[in-house]
């Protein structure tokens, strides 16, 4: 069975910086890309960030994040990393880590969220 | 960017209902468009991509249709596990944008 596992979400103020974590079970890791989807509290989706498969050379960033955030991939490890800096109150919201599939990519399988708060 | 935009916003339906909703691109995105279901509290589940392609274990009263800018998700025949909102979203290239959302009461 596919599993997605995202950890890392807390309270943390604003300008500070979070690790966010995604452990992936259940299939060829490496052979997939993946992404992350926030959804601020009682609004929409928002694509955030994805990552090729392999060595994760590509990778792609919404404009309200590019440049505070970084994605990244660690394929022996089976997990893939957003780091977020300089983080603003916006920036408040569930955040999924999801599996990417075809070619263009669209997300199949979705993880049940990490909570970030950025307040002081 | 392509802005992605969802109508209704809200519908309130009955249990047996035939429901259609509508998603635009402001650009052509040929059949590059998923829907998404996301009940309360959970996370979204993929429904449809392609346009048209019935996720693999989703009921065959969800349908879609269209290309290019005009896209449907229907519902043949609502039922109360289906209470929820729906969301698009195109991924012919980044970013990869949602719609804002439709939610279904029941």
């Known amino acids: 069975e596919v599993q997605l596992l995202e950890s890392g979400g807390d309270l943390v103020q604003p300008g500070g910086s979070l690790r966010l974590s995604c452990a992936a079970s259940g299939f060829t890791f490496a052979n997939y890309a993946m992404t992350w989807v926030r959804q601020a509290p009682g609004k929409g989706l928002e694509w955030v960030s994805s990552?090729?498969?392999?060595?994760?050379?590509?990778?792609y960033y919404a404009n309200s994040v590019g440049g505070r955030f970084s994605i990244s991939r660690d394929n022996s490890k089976n997990t893939v990393v957003l780091q977020m800096d300089s983080l603003r109150a916006e920036d408040t919201a569930v955040y999924y880590c999801?599996?990417?599939?075809?070619?263009?990519?669209?997300?199949?399988?979705w993880g049940q969220g990490t909570l970030v708060t950025v307040s002081s | 960017d392509i802005q992605m935009t969802q109508s209704p916003s809200s519908l309130s339906t009955s249990v047996g209902d035939r429901v259609t909703i509508t998603c635009r691109a402001s650009q052509d995105i040929g059949s590059y468009l998923a829907w998404f279901q996301q009940r309360p509290g959970n996370a979204p589940k993929l429904l449809i991509h392609s346009a048209s392609t019935l996720q693999s274990g989703v009921p065959s009263r969800f349908s879609g249709g269209g290309s290019g800018t005009d896209f449907t998700l229907t519902i043949s025949s609502l039922q109360p596990e289906d209470v929820a909102t729906y969301y698009c979203?195109?991924?012919?290239?980044?970013?990869?944008?949602f719609g804002p959302g439709t939610k279904l009461e029941i």
């Open positions: 979203q195109k991924y012919n290239s980044a970013p990869y944008t």
């Open positions: 990552i090729s498969n392999g060595d994760g050379y590509n990778t």
């Open positions: 999801a599996k990417l599939k075809g070619n263009p990519w669209f997300v199949d399988i």
